[in-house]
């Protein structure tokens, strides 16, 4: 038997419509760097949806390449990104915010999360201290929706940030690599233009959203960077063929009937996710961690997890002592109805 | 009528036979970051395409990226690279490389190539000079196949480098963005076992050969670069969803009757090109540089240029006096026979 | 009344033996960049006292400029430093260590010393991880003597660390900023030659003990980091007139009776930081953290601080609940007897 | 006999008055990094004798890190600086510039100045470029007074290129390395506050003009650069006792009669230079280039320069021809009347 494939979000290739339109246009010629009117498209489209129509619209090709792009396009030399300590960008990215000339500067979280009263302590020590000429500035707030574990800021609570931010004076940047699956999120009260109005810039997620690859950064005030296109290409991060990109986004995006690609995505995932966590309550496994997305983080004893780990492919998160681990089950657009059916007869 | 296409060779999407096998390949589930085994297969077939067993074969997405990924990993940080004034890293990649913190030292070409003595002259004063202690010291040498011209460098050229290289301990890297066009020319005498014996690291171009994107960097001696997966993450260049790059490697690397799909599609452009050129002399054209590779620089007049343009998209390269500019026409797996008929009926 | 100052070891010019040496030099003409007789003497006397016959010995004008290019110079670019989370590396150089694109791997340390056990934790950790491709590899570990708390490592604790480093094949680099006052300590057993054995690098501090600036830089063995010369004028940290840093360190580490000047800086400070440890034990004092060199950290109420600081320049240190502060108390080479008895008066 | 020492401006110590300030206030307590009543004196003195009442004045160590902290800290981070091919910034300071991530962008220049119309073909070309997305953006113009050949831009020639900066929006920069022998020329017509009034900043040489060490950077209008302090500080410039570079300068601009030391200092090397020169054209020598400060590019034939060697240190320049050679002979502040007769009589 073939194993059941729960170990990410990115494991195949693209939404089969998706697949669709880049077999139908493939032989026509256009111009490059997201020259294209398919990428204007997509843009527009993408601006209607955030309901933010001066927005600056430009599709990068990952996450970590994003983050690097944005943190040091938005950042002074001088100033750090602050980010929970279980952030992206703390830890997992392989040193490339650093690269960039640029510290992070971590906070702890809570689930994943920064918590405004916290975020609003550390920027009042660190705006106080005397020795704030010897430091790092902090200069922006890096958060991601859902975050690492799954979990969704509320709109309170991205609006607290918001404030906090503005009383500082710095910026506030999200990562959305899997914003869809926080869109669809029946707990969710945050939308796109919500995230236009709140952030400075933030992405949204296509490589764990259906793409082949791609991600599409908004920066609601383009005044903000300014030559945005010629950072991309410094760093290596401008796409030849960025009709490739832009067609993606724009069968994502596209009004039709049942509503955007892009949601769908989202909800598919969902339900999926919902009906695994429903069998894993039910058959009394432990949660490492409550959350409401398509990651779910579930305890598993060793012995359990062998003969589990023989039949699907799961991605390991962490030991919880002796004899238990926390694995991390993942669904997507692609997780088919009848392989969670096996999955759950497995549990 | 619809405009015919000339302006450059990555303004199509990718080769029927890719996106047949992306097609096909679309729904499977497979690890990411290249570890899976389309990848693993992918970069076997280019070992052997080169006779480099041992090599290190990574896919990258793009050319500035894979150049400033490539420059920065292979030098030390008080190193810069050698160009000719003409190479692309020299003024066309936004400073990615500058931006990795390397200066790049620009020596003098003829039609785009360095000369082995003028190479020999320029590294016999730096490392002569007293003064090399104050100044960067010249680390490795950059050429590309074809050249920005469209040139190319003779085995015997391409072994004169690599000699002087060895005799003052720097590397040689070979940027072939459009190396098919390069492979498949009859007046090249450079095979890739030739690139992988003389080169510390090269790559195959994809995006401008066939590809959606992508580019097969090969190091054929490993150690040259230890830990290069982490430092191409560091970069931002890490595909996740890797397979989609090893895919389309694999697609062109295969073997097959008729020949490997890289050289098929270099030769559909070769001949292509070869009927432009030739129409061209026939009807007293001047060309502004003499290449034999898939782009043509031409000189024409400024009336018969608005003419033209209204039927043709090409690349402006420089105005030659007051009359008449350059253009350029390129042509690529993608040209259709038909089109460069019209073409040539439109000269 | 005049204050006292005892905020910082860095507050008065430089010693009067060297002030002497300048100005019995001061109109002769040397040649620059540290290649005059007097840098090369002091460098000779440098390995002699480090017993480390082979060592490159560059004298750079301060402390987070060293830092900076030996922690640059000493990783490849995807590495990062390790650090206790107090480290002087961590937070208080304006992330001239990030501009440099490298991380600060920060663990947790006990008295400002990071124990062997826990970086043995914290590498096997690393290492072992399977991500170890997605992350910042340690490539090094860095450490103060004293620390920025004023306590020493023992021998036994120095050894104990390079055995780890050697263990995981990654480098030791020692920040000895206050040096001399932990040579001169009688709790200290971890000599010059001690360090040239047990670390890849480290310097030994000028600027807050006795000269007007420098910090000499020993590198054990010297292919170690190949044209360090050019990678320390690339930071902008090479001194055009570098005899005058070079006639500090002869002065300081010159064969006399009595032995050389930077023992005897260390021992004055120690000196001098022994009777105000012994008075403010006896007036019943609580110190915040217990060091043995020339660094005091004291607890003090509120109400006396303010007595306290009309009179004396101190540094605040930080809070400790509502009505105390911890502050510190700084003595030097410069530190005159009759101010520490007004000081011990004052207490 | 003792050589005469001719090779450089930066042989000896200090002037002797510079030396006299050390030396009494030597043992005086102040607080570190600059912020001691002689560096704010120092910096008001600096500010007068610019007419530039709201300059921020910094004092930094030396002329490479000077240009890599103001270039770095003056540019976006995709922008470039425009220099002469020339400029000490484009080739002699070790790729300090690249280092923080910036493309050196060179023009040709005329006897070492770069010419207004030249710099305004270049800006026109880049700005007018349709390619400009693609390539380093021009964010600023360096240029030095004197240049590295002595020479001297005129006042009149400064605001041209001042004039065209503005046109393009972009900075200009001023390398003062040797300012007091610019200031001190009777050819020149340039004040420090036309160099206030014209440049976005400037920095008046210490190094090379009497101090052990030290810049004064003049920033007329500080808002330009928010939290230089700190970005000093990142780069590792930030001296920790900043009044012993602040207790120069302010001997420098001290008002007395006599006029300032700044202009003696200028004034004593221009004479011993003036000298020189009369005594090479009387003799017949030949000079490289003209120029009225006090550096000499004179040739000399081999035969002559080896007994000429053997008595007196001077810089070999360039190779002229088989049988001559450029060298370069450089008066300062420090040159003794009765060196300059042997000298003349050496000749």
Redesign the interface.
Known sequence: MEKL?F??D?????H?EI?KR??E?????????GTDEYSEHARELVREACEAPNAQVQFL?????????MI??ML???E?VVSATTGHVG??????I???????LTIPGVCGKIRAEDLEQYLTDSFADG???????PGMVYISQPTEYGTLYSLAELEAIRGICDRFGIRLYLDGARLAYALACRENDVTLPDLARLTDAFYIGG??CGC??GEAVVIPDPALI??F???V?????????GR?AGLQFETLFAQREGGRLYDRVGEQALAAAERIRAALKEKGYRFAMENPTNQIFVVMDHAKLERFGAQV?YSFWEKAGENESVIRIATSW?TADENVDKLIELL
Do not use: C, W
Not at 10 to 14: A, R
Not at 131 to 137: A, G, P, T, W
Not at 233 to 241: E, I, P, V, Y
């Open positions: 494939y170990a990410s990115y494991q195949e290739g693209t089969p697949l880049l077999t246009t493939n032989l026509e010629s256009t111009s490059g760097y090709v990952g996450g970590t390449q994003v983050n690097a792009v040091s396009a002074r030399s001088y750090g830890g997992h990215e392989a040193g490339a650093e690269y960039t000339g640029h510290k992070v020795n704030l000429d010897h430091m790092v500035h490589t764990k082949l690859f300014p030559h296109f010629t950072i290409k410094q760093h290596g991060a401008l796409l030849a063929k490739i492919e692609a």
